[in-house]
């Protein structure tokens, strides 16, 4: 797929307006005027961008939270005059493309070549919002400690690389902020705290404009994955098989509100875990799930006969219709 940039002979706007580049030099003047971002800047990409570009290592975030307040400071000055339904990609603080809101596929292509490219729409009312999260297992006994797990996350063409969290992360990049995490049975997506994004080092794989949460962590930002990553599970005696999912992350710091990270069901129901009430969860390996299938399996062979046994003309009657 081929990105080409917006043709001159475009028309952008009835009066075309110049828009300059921002520096760290520029910025200056919002870090004195807090708020003073334009208005059409919802202020959760604000604290988004200012966060990127003051606190991130990577250059990739830095030039990311620059393109997204070219963007915003374009769409003030009516420089998307004519598409109004279209989603804008930006990438050096200049205007590539016009179009569709792109696929995960779409963009790892992309960001090969334009690796701090953004895309937003022109109509905010598209921005998008994670699903739902219920954030259920708080409720549970014992601050729901029976739900906590230890997680690891690597990316999968680099195994020897992984990132660890041991029930509870202390991230002293955010002052000691801490994550307890939970299998959450309301969550169906899984996030994990920033550490994990940081850990694993490199920008590939992420988008590079964040995803505003709802439900649990309501208005915090999640940046979310674009490519497969690999998670497993602990509880204090063993580990789970590898499972992939595209994973996402909070924001560097989410707000006090956020207190977990959440294992979704896109990692729960691709494996096998036993929980008695009261009690921490159990994953079973590979070895135990095959003997709970073969158990389920028997035990409902074992019902079947009893039925039959107990109920021999319905369930004859019943054989016949069908």
């Not at 959760?44 to 990311?64: A, G, K, L, P, Y």
């Not at 674009?226 to 992939?244: A, S």
């Not at 107990?310 to 369930?315: L, M, R």
Request: with cysteine.
């Amino acid at each position: 797929m081929d990105i080409k940039a917006v043709p001159r002979s475009v028309p952008r706007s009835l009066q075309p307006v110049q828009i300059l580049p921002e520096t760290p030099q520029t910025l200056l003047k919002y870090e004195r005027m807090p708020g003073q971002l334009t208005p059409s800047m919802p202020e959760h990409m604000r604290r988004f961008c200012f966060n990127q570009i003051t606190d991130s290592e990577s250059n990739i975030d830095v030039q990311s939270g620059y393109n997204i307040i070219f963007f915003y400071n374009a769409l003030e000055s009516g420089e998307f005059l004519g598409h109004e339904n279209d989603w804008v990609m930006v990438y050096n603080q200049e205007i590539i493309a016009y179009g569709k809101l792109y696929s995960d596929d779409e963009l790892n292509h992309i960001f090969k070549k334009m690796p701090s490219a953004i895309q937003l729409p022109v109509n905010q009312k598209r921005l998008p919002r994670s699903k739902k999260r219920k954030m259920v297992t708080t409720n549970h006994v014992n601050n729901a400690s029976d739900y906590k797990v230890r997680a690891s996350v690597r990316r999968p063409e680099e195994p020897g690389l992984v990132a660890l969290i041991n029930y509870t992360l202390y991230d002293k990049y955010n002052n000691n902020k801490i994550y307890e995490c939970v299998i959450d049975t309301g969550a169906p997506s899984t996030i994990f705290p920033f550490h994990i994004k940081r850990t694993l080092r490199g920008d590939e794989g992420w988008k590079k404009n964040p995803i505003t949460s709802s439900g649990y962590g309501e208005g915090a930002n999640e940046i979310y994955a674009t490519r497969m990553f690999e998670v497993r599970l602990g509880d204090k005696h063993d580990w789970t098989k590898w499972v992939q999912a595209k994973i996402s992350v909070w924001e560097q710091d989410p707000g006090d509100e956020v207190e977990h990270a959440l294992i979704g069901n896109d990692i729960t129901d691709q494996l096998a875990y036993a929980h008695e009430p009261k009690r921490p969860i159990k994953f079973l390996d590979s070895t135990d799930e095959e003997k709970l299938t073969q158990f389920l399996n028997n035990s409902l062979t074992k019902i079947v006969v009893l039925f039959i046994n107990f109920y021999p003309f319905q369930t004859a009657n019943r054989l016949c219709k069908s």
